[in-house]
């Protein structure tokens, strides 16, 4: 069974810092993509970025392009997502999603249909 779990969230003032932690479970995670998203109040869930399998590509939306980096490390299922420079904008429960990546163009890492298994979100407050 597919496991993900998102966490690492919490209250930070802006221009603050935060690092959220997607351990995964029940799959060969170095076949599988992995994006991370978001919800705020009120509004749809979006994409944030996505990160291949094993060539390590990248992908971020613009609203968080040369703040955000994400990155995974292989050896512990886990994936990370280093959020810099975080605004109030950027407050929304955070989630992290799995696929199998058959090659994945990097513009689709990023995106909710891509995406089967999902996990729970982390809460991520900035206050400004």
């Known amino acids: 069974e597919v496991q993900l779990q998102a966490f690492g969230g919490g209250l930070v003032q802006a221009g603050g810092s935060l690092r959220l932690s997607c351990a995964a479970s029940g799959f060969t995670f170095d076949d599988y993509a992995i994006g991370w998203f978001r919800q705020a109040p009120g509004k749809e869930r979006e994409g944030v970025a996505g990160i291949s399998s094993r060539d390590l590509g990248t992908y971020y939306e613009d609203s968080v392009k040369g703040r955000f980096t994400m990155s995974r490390d292989n050896a512990k299922n886990t994936v990370y997502l280093q959020m810099n420079d975080l605004m109030a904008e950027d407050t929304a429960i955070y989630y992290c999603?799995?696929?199998?990546?058959?090659?994945?163009?990097?513009?689709?890492?990023?995106?909710?249909?891509?995406?089967?298994?999902w996990g729970q979100g982390t809460q991520v407050t900035v206050s400004s």
């Open positions: 999603a799995a696929d199998w990546d058959y090659g994945l163009e990097p513009r689709k890492l990023s995106r909710q249909i891509e995406y089967d298994h």
